[in-house]
């Protein structure tokens, strides 16, 4: 044999155990992946029958393949709250409503005290301006005596030359000056003659029988009163119409009857 036969033959024969090799190769890959799948296949299998399985073993029935299982409502959730934050909120509902009474107590109480402080405040306004028409009063009573000697002046004086007649005109202005400061605070005079005698306002210090003015009528007046607004600072001195005698004599004549004649 030649030397190029025999290196062709050497060739083929390692071409020959070259591919021998890589089918052997490929056959046991194959067969490998077909044993991984078949694994594969087993396990899931497996698993499916233990899911199908599972309800059987837990007790629950399989409802037949007719049946159709009604839906059910959801049971509320409820929280699971441990005994003890169940007292912290019972406490903090006690804690509630006592502040809720204590609340309405202090809101009743301050009304109190409002009502109170405003029956003390216009007690206390009352009281001041009370007081204010005392002390008013009294300190007026002592200038009304020096009206009363202005007025006793003017009524007796009569001026008989030109210097009487100045003098007589200075103390009048002087009167009326004293009359409109009086009248700026309120004092007022009054004119009880001719009205009805009130003892409210009038002191009655004499009583004449008279004809010309009805029983208990003011005639005259001895000492002018007077008002500080609704308030008398003095009683006017009057007197007072009574009933005439006359009226008296005839009354009592007519009720005698007469002496039978003989």
């Known amino acids: 044999?030649?030397?190029?036969?025999?290196?062709?033959?050497?060739?083929?024969?390692?071409?020959?155990?070259?591919?021998?090799?890589?089918?052997?190769?490929?056959?046991?890959?194959?067969?490998?992946?077909?044993?991984?799948?078949?694994?594969?296949?087993?396990?899931?299998?497996?698993?499916?029958?233990?899911?199908?399985?599972?309800?059987?073993?837990?007790?629950?029935?399989?409802?037949?393949?007719?049946?159709?299982?009604?839906?059910?409502?959801?049971?509320?959730?409820?929280p699971n709250a441990s005994p003890e934050e169940f007292m912290a909120m019972e406490a903090l509902v006690q804690a509630n409503q006592a502040f809720t009474i204590q609340l309405e107590e202090l809101k009743s109480q301050y009304a109190r005290l409002a009502a109170d402080f405003d029956n003390f405040r216009k007690r206390t306004q009352k009281e001041k301006l009370e007081l204010e028409a005392q002390a008013k009063c009294a300190t007026i009573r002592e200038l009304l005596t020096v009206v009363d000697n202005f007025e006793r002046a003017k009524e007796q004086i009569k001026p008989q030359n030109d210097g009487e007649m100045n003098l007589h005109k200075s103390y009048l202005s002087v009167y009326k000056q004293m009359v409109e400061s009086l009248k700026r605070i309120g004092v007022s005079a009054m004119y009880p003659k001719g009205e009805e005698f009130d003892p409210n306002f009038h002191e009655a210090v004499m009583r004449e029988p008279t004809r010309e003015y009805a029983e208990g009528i003011v005639t005259d007046e001895f000492r002018r009163?007077?008002?500080?607004?609704?308030?008398?600072?003095?009683?006017?001195?009057?007197?007072?119409?009574?009933?005439?005698?006359?009226?008296?004599?005839?009354?009592?004549a007519s009720e005698t009857p007469d002496s039978p004649q003989e």
């Open 1 to 78: 044999m030649s030397k190029e036969a025999q290196v062709t033959e050497e060739q083929k024969q390692q071409e020959k155990t070259q591919t021998e090799w890589a089918a052997e190769n490929t056959g046991g890959a194959s067969n490998s992946a077909d044993d991984t799948s078949e694994a594969a296949a087993s396990d899931e299998w497996g698993h499916q029958g233990k899911v199908q399985e599972a309800p059987r073993e837990a007790g629950v029935e399989e409802s037949g393949p007719t049946e159709t299982a009604e839906p059910t409502a959801a049971a509320p959730e409820t």
């Open 225 to 252: 009163g007077y008002m500080l607004g609704d308030r008398v600072l003095r009683h006017a001195m009057v007197k007072v119409a009574a009933a005439p005698e006359d009226d008296d004599e005839e009354a009592i």
